[in-house]
Each structure stands twice: as C-alpha cells, then as structure tokens.
C-alpha cells in the first residue's frame, strides 16, 4: 500500500490536485474572511422609509425613535413612493403613519402599516420583521403619550397635568405587514444562490475541459481558429446547460414569477458571461489560470447579494461586486423568480460584461500570436 501511495505522490496531477484544495482554503479565507468583517458595522446602510400622513402626528416623536434604530431613516412624502423604492430594492422597509392615525388611537383602533418586499436575501426579511415589533412598541409608547394627553385636554384637564399623566397610560396600536412578492418556500428563496452557484462552478470547470483539449489541439489548428470555436461552444452549451436548470426549477419550485421563456434566456445569458469570464484566465495562463477563476469566484459569491445584501459590504467589495456579472445575475433572478422591476438594466450590465471579457479574450489571443511570431523570427534568425 506503501508503494502504491508513493505511486501517486509521484504523479504531477496528483500534487497538483492538493494544492488546488489548498488554494482553495486560502483564497476562501482571505476573500469571506474579511469581506465579512464589516458587515454587523455597515447596517447601517439599510433604509427604512418613514411616510407619515397625519397630520396631528408630530414629527419630533418619529425623529426621536428613528434615534433608537441603527439604520439610516429617510421620509418620503406617499406609501405609493415608498412602494416603488422598496422594488427598486432602496430601501429595505417602509413605515406607514396613516390618516386620522392620532384620532384612531383614542378608539385603539391606530394601525402602523409596514412594507417588506421579500424578493431580497434571506437576510433583509429576517432583520425587518424583528424590527417590526421593536419600531411598533416605540411609536405605540410615543403615540399613546400623544394621544393620551390630547384626551386628557379635552377632560379639561390641564396641559401640564396632562403631559405628566399621559406618559402612565397606554393604549394599544396594532400593526399590519404587507409583503411584497411574498416567498413562502426557503427552496425558492435559497434559488438564485444554488443558480448562481451551480452556474459558475459548472462554467469553471467547462472552462478547464476546453482548455485541456485545446492544449491537445495546439500545431492542428491556428489560435484564432481555436478562440473562435470555444466562443461558439460557449454559447450554444449556455442555452443548453440553462435549460436544464430552468426544467428544474419550474419543475420542483414554485410561485415563480417570471416566464419559462425569460428565465431561460436571461439564465443563458448569465451562464455566457461566466463562461466568457472564466476562459480569460485560462487563455492568459493556461490551466493555472484556475487560480485566478477561483479567486473570482470566491469574490462574486461573497458580493453578489444572493446570501448577504450587497451595501453591507465595505466600500472595497461593494465596489468590486459593480463590475462582477453575478451581482446582475442575482439582481435579475430574483426579479424573475420572486417578482420585482424590469430586468432590462441586468441583461444591458450582462451583455457589456460578456462584450467585455470577449474583447479581453480576442486581446490575449492576439498577444500570444504576436509572442508567437517573434519567437518563430528570433529562431530563424539563430538558424
């Protein structure tokens, strides 16, 4: 068994496999390691919206429990504006003070209206809904003290008597919920990651296949002659390989918003800018390049926004993930999947991404012709 171990250890491949896991756990635990570090710091970058309606409301008692929450809060002037921020993914959540809000609170029949649109990660609808009570149990305290001295008043009881018993009394307001593009089953919610995931693994490793078998290929065939065919099985494997991912997710999930059409050609359209992407490094490097696929990988799952909420980053990673095809592959998977906006913005980002990585493709193709050249002259030449 001895000998047949030490076999192995000989063969390259098999040193090579080793510190490719090695690579793996070092590269992981750089990029996640400190791409995370901030986050529980940066929540502050999550806004809620604050749409306050009625007008007995004083806007000193929201100020002051806006204090208490460690978000940014931002008021908007109708629910309506509120709603199209929240599916634009701006804000995080909107809080509603409705019409004669101060009037039914003496009745007990107050109602605080909240907004969440749960077409997000996991994270956003978890962290809303716990603030939910927290924000429901500060504005009932000040709306109480509020409405409990204006009924005192009208005891003819004195201002001042009245602004020191209020605080003693409390009368009850309830809240209402209403979710946007509502998620019920955690398979769909954890979607767009297992796509997302699926897809780049997949495409890293298409990728190295290629490049081995070009590798076998090079003297039969001219590098033009070669780049050309990879991008042409790039982009028929996408439309296959997404259709696949799209039967299945029709098949086994559920409440998907989007089309079997537009899931599928927008799912084709991420595969080719992951393939498109992944087959630079391969070109420049050769099966090296695998490095380089890895570390990018590393950084698009991390910044994406498919597990954590991409402005809960540092500025450095948030600013990376702008220039990442994933983060526009999320962006559209969740409106596809859950609901949401348009998704034109993330196929233009898709394509310019994918017309991108094809231009830096056709670059290193060219240098290596032109290496290639001058190393045949320089032969010649010493012949």
């Known amino acids: 068994m001895f000998n047949t171990v030490l076999a192995y250890l000989k063969r390259p491949t098999t040193i090579v496999g080793i510190i490719?896991?090695?690579?793996?756990?070092?590269?992981f635990s750089?990029?996640?390691m400190s791409g995370y570090s901030k986050v529980n710091d940066n929540v502050g970058k999550f806004h809620i919206a604050f749409v306050n309606q009625d007008t007995e409301w004083e806007q000193e008692k929201t100020d002051s429990i806006a204090k208490s929450l460690p978000f940014t809060i931002v008021s908007m002037g109708t629910p309506q504006e509120a709603r199209?921020?929240?599916e634009k993914r701006e804000i995080q959540?909107?809080?509603?003070?409705?019409k004669n809000f101060t009037k039914e609170m003496k009745n007990g029949n107050a109602v605080l209206q909240y907004a969440i649109n749960e077409s997000n990660p996991a994270m956003v609808k978890s962290m809303m809904e716990s603030v939910v009570q927290k924000l429901t149990e500060g504005i009932n305290r000040a709306a109480a003290t509020q409405g409990t001295s204006i009924a005192l008043e009208n005891l003819h009881v004195s201002k001042d008597q009245a602004e020191q018993m209020a605080p003693r009394l409390v009368q009850p307001i309830s809240s209402k919920v209403d979710s946007l593009h509502p998620v019920e089953n955690l398979s769909m919610q954890m979607a767009p990651l297992m796509l997302i995931l699926a897809s780049y693994v997949?495409?890293?490793?298409?990728c190295l296949n290629i490049q081995i078998s070009a590798m076998s290929l090079i003297g039969a065939m001219g590098k033009w002659k070669q780049f050309g065919a990879r991008c042409i099985i790039n982009a028929g494997s996408s439309f296959v390989i997404?259709?696949?991912g799209t039967i299945f997710i029709f098949l086994l999930g559920d409440q998907i918003a989007g089309s079997f059409i537009s899931v599928w050609l927008f799912l084709s359209l991420m595969i080719f800018a992951f393939l498109s992407l992944n087959q630079i490094a391969l070109l420049l490097f050769g099966t090296q390049g695998m490095l380089v696929n890895m570390t990018l990988f590393s950084l698009q799952l991390l910044t994406s926004g498919a597990m954590v909420p991409r402005q809960l980053f540092s500025g450095f990673f948030e600013g990376i993930s702008n220039w990442l095809p994933a983060t526009y592959g999320v962006e559209g998977l969740?409106?596809?999947?859950?609901g949401g906006v348009d998704i034109s913005q993330d196929v233009w980002y898709l394509l310019i991404a994918s017309g991108l990585a094809l231009l830096a493709g056709v670059f290193v193709v060219a240098l290596k012709?032109?290496?290639a050249l001058k190393k045949k002259k320089s032969v010649a030449q010493v012949a």
Not at 334 to 338: A, G, P, V
């Open 20 to 27: 490719t896991a090695i690579m793996f756990q070092l590269i």
């Open 30 to 32: 750089l990029v996640w």
């Open 84 to 86: 199209d921020a929240l």
């Open 93 to 98: 959540m909107s809080v509603t003070i409705p």
């Open 202 to 206: 997949g495409s890293m490793i298409m």
């Open 242 to 244: 997404s259709a696949v």
């Open 334 to 338: 969740m409106d596809l999947l859950f």
């Open 369 to 371: 012709n032109v290496i």
